[in-house]
């Protein structure tokens, strides 16, 4: 079992340069999510997706678009980086967007704009 | 609106016992707990729903008071395994909205 996959582990890009995080999911899940992780914030949701063909803004969407591909995938793309983005990105999903369906998250993507 | 988690920090030696707040400004309808381990991804510990239930796994519960607003979650007996960053997640008093974390509280166990 897979679980939710994200790619890549590692990048490093320039300022301006542009690049799309993937997450993929096998378990069926209709939600999913993109949190953000930097020291000392803990975890800050970008969009989510409750179901496939919706997405909506979490609280940090600025500089971000998402694509829910199909139910198993849900994109971001960050179309002209900065520094300020530099971050480890981590995709999640559950069955439902419903209050008592746990989260499963990525092993996450750690992103450095320089 | 991001929960506040207190404290930032706990230090403990094996066997003491800790207990990690949550508070939000806003009603909530339920209250996540997960935990994350260095370089890895969050993972889930447990779920309380409206209606201040205690819930409990191994020697980790949690409670949960929505007149306050509030969760706790209580490690007694603590293991070295029990290490880590413990983030809540709030949903704020209507079903289906994403779960919002707050800046997480670090706990570090010595032998």
């Known amino acids: 079992n897979a679980g939710v996959t994200q790619t890549p582990k590692f990048q490093v890009l320039k300022t301006g340069q542009s690049m799309t995080l993937q997450c993929a999911q096998d378990?069926?899940?209709?939600?999913m999510y993109w949190y953000r992780q930097d020291p000392g914030m803990g975890l800050r949701l970008i969009y989510y997706?409750?179901?496939?063909?919706?997405?909506d803004k979490g609280e940090v969407p600025n500089g971000y678009n998402v694509s829910r591909l199909n139910k198993r995938e849900f994109s971001l793309r960050l179309e002209s980086a900065a520094p300020s983005q530099t971050s480890v990105y981590f995709c999640?999903?559950?069955?439902?967007?419903?209050?008592?369906?746990?989260?499963?998250f990525g092993s996450g993507t750690q992103l450095s704009v320089l | 609106q991001q929960p506040v988690q207190s404290p930032q920090a706990v230090i403990l030696r094996e066997g003491e016992d800790a207990v990690i707040n949550c508070s939000s400004s806003k009603a909530l309808y339920s209250v996540h707990w997960y935990r994350q381990k260095h370089g890895e991804a969050p993972v889930f510990l447990m779920i309380?729903?409206?209606?201040?239930e205690q819930k409990g796994h191994d020697k980790i519960s949690a409670s949960f008071n929505e007149k306050k607003q509030q969760s706790s979650l209580y490690l007694t007996a603590s293991q070295l395994s029990y290490s880590g960053t413990y983030f809540c997640g709030t949903e704020q008093d209507q079903a289906g909205t994403a779960l919002i974390f707050g800046k997480g509280t670090t706990l570090s166990v010595s032998s």
């Open positions: 378990m069926n899940h209709n939600s």
């Open positions: 999640a999903s559950s069955v439902m967007q419903a209050t008592n369906e746990k989260l499963f």
């Open positions: 309380l729903l409206k209606g201040g």
């Open positions: 997706s409750a179901s496939e063909g919706t997405t």
